[in-house]
């Protein structure tokens, strides 16, 4: 990204002013404190990002302002203008390559530009040293480092992946659980036709029987009719205490929904009605409340399994106390045309009950496979964590930033090398986890909270240019400018002369802004002096 042209108004302390830049080379910003010399650095930060370098407000204050960049991204051309209202209503607008685009919010307007100019952080820890921040990364905590590199590698889309995954997973364990439900259905089915069928087959040869000896049989038909009777009042006072249970059971499940969204609306963190941040309370009830409505809904499903396979069984027993009385009544002929009867429902149950397997079998490979997409959803969220292929990727990145840094370092030092170390070593010689700068030429045994202030800063120079050639070289593009914010202080003179050495070398191919109160010898292709 090379920025051509700029356009402030009440910008700072510029009321008007339009800088023409040049693509590639040196611009040599000078002038004493306080007379604007970081306005060209901080209208790209709030004219590409809308976020300012220094934590305040760059707009004058009860005027309407503007900054416009005019840019080379990526073989493009884009105008981005950044307007602000007297009343502080601030707007975005972009073209790209002379067609305008237009988006309902500034937020939507500000992610489509991103995708041409990058994010923020990225450019803001590869392009711009500055000497307040140039110690970000050496003075950095382990979490703060993995996150820069992981940032300058581009790993949050492996982040943004497993985000996705576990989304899947969520909605993939939803499809195991229905396709569980309906193989409970499909089972208790096939019992409910089995033991039907075994009755009809049961009934028939109680028919046969009969057939041969009518008389003979009829108290035992009547014993069956007893049997079955009591077999009917036994199961429908068990069907009515399962009815019982599953009306207690939905009560008691709507209860804990209403605990349950009483408790989400008393731990919002903010008012539904008027947005007012609420003090966010422990989820403690919540987790409770949720394992509670899950308990009970499992409860649920098994009343009501229950209760119809045990109604299967019911409609069983009355078709046998059905058939008993209608032999009894029956005369020889009654009888026969039963038996004929008989060998039509056995046959008919027999299809329902293949068919009925036929559905179980193909619900059982529809579990198998739900079981089986989710086991892989998890296991991609597995190696999509930082313990895994991130972590490998990131071990990558540490042993290619050395080298990198140290190439850089070289041109600024001759004695000073930096080595970028997955470990740290401890107090009592264990190592830990945790990136660790190892130096050596300077600091002593302290490293670099050892090495003088000029040492630091070169070492800072070298680790963020390196870094950011890192971010090239995983990206595939060269890098197109850096900006420079007072980085000679703190320097001794060797150090100033080493460092202008190295920006008059990468100005050479880059785009470098280099801003500083102190006038120095340097080939600029550009120099603006401010105040």
């Keep these: 990204m090379r920025i051509t042209k700029i356009k402030l108004m009440n910008f700072m302390s510029y009321t008007s002013k339009v800088f023409d830049l040049p693509s590639v080379g040196l611009i040599y910003i000078t002038g004493p404190n306080g007379s604007g010399k970081s306005s060209i650095l901080e209208a790209v930060s709030v004219c590409l990002w809308g976020r300012s370098l220094r934590g305040a407000s760059p707009w004058v204050e009860g005027q309407k302002g503007k900054v416009v960049c005019e840019l080379e991204a990526n073989g493009k051309k884009l105008v981005v203008r950044r307007e602000r209202d007297a009343n502080d209503k601030k707007s975005l607008a972009f073209s ?7 988006f309902p919010t500034a937020t939507k307007a500000q992610e489509a530009l991103c995708t041409h100019v990058g994010q923020w952080d990225l450019w803001r820890k590869t392009s711009v040293l500055s000497s307040q921040d140039a110690a970000h990364f050496s003075s950095a905590t382990d979490s703060e480092k993995k996150r820069l590199l992981e940032s300058l590698i581009g790993l949050e889309k492996y982040e943004k992946a497993q985000k996705i995954a576990k989304e899947q997973t969520s909605g993939l364990q ?10 409970q259905e499909k089972q208790t089915s096939v019992a409910v036709l089995s033991a039907s069928l075994e009755r009809l087959i049961e009934t028939r040869g109680t028919l046969e029987s009969l057939e041969a000896n009518q008389e003979a049989n009829r108290q035992k038909t009547l014993t069956r009719i007893a049997e079955a009777e009591a077999k009917i009042a036994a199961a429908q006072a068990k069907i009515a205490e399962y009815v019982y249970d599953i009306a207690d059971t939905d009560k008691e499940l709507a209860s804990v929904a209403k605990a349950l969204e009483l408790h989400a609306m008393a731990n919002a963190t903010e008012c539904y009605a008027c947005g007012t941040k609420l003090k966010q309370k422990p989820d403690e009830r919540h987790r409770e409340l949720t394992m509670q409505m899950a308990n009970l809904q499992n409860k649920l499903m098994y009343l009501r399994g229950n209760k119809s396979q045990l109604s299967g069984v019911l409609q069983t027993y009355l078709f046998s106390k059905s058939s008993a009385e209608s032999d009894l009544a029956s005369t020889d002929n009654t009888l026969t045309d039963s038996l004929a009867k008989n060998r039509a429902d056995v046959e008919k149950a027999e299809i329902a009950l293949t068919e009925a397997q036929l559905a179980m079998v193909s619900a059982k490979a529809n579990a198998e496979k739900a079981n089986v997409e989710l086991e892989v959803n998890k296991h991609v969220c597995e190696l999509l964590s930082i313990r895994r292929i991130r972590s490998r990727l990131l071990l990558d990145a540490i042993g290619l930033a050395t080298p990198l840094i140290q190439q850089r370092l070289a041109q600024l030092t001759d004695s000073i090398t930096v080595e970028i170390s997955p470990t740290s070593e401890l107090a009592n010689g264990a190592t830990k986890d945790a990136i660790s700068l190892k130096i050596t030429g300077a600091g002593g045994t302290d490293g670099y909270s050892g090495c003088s202030g000029g040492q630091r800063r070169r070492i800072d120079v070298g680790i963020l240019l390196g870094l950011a050639d890192l971010a090239c070289a995983y990206t595939g593009k060269d890098r197109d400018s850096l900006y420079l914010d007072e980085i000679f202080d703190a320097l001794d003179g060797q150090g100033i002369e080493k460092v202008q050495e190295l920006i008059q070398d990468i100005a050479t191919t880059e785009q470098v802004f280099l801003i ?13 002096v401010t105040g």
């Design 174 to 183: 939803e499809e195991l659980n229905k396709a569980k439900f309906v193989l």
């Design 96 to 102: 790209v390559d002379g067609v305008d685009y237009d």
């Design 516 to 528: 500083s109160h102190t006038q120095m010898a340097l080939q600029a292709s550009l120099h603006i």
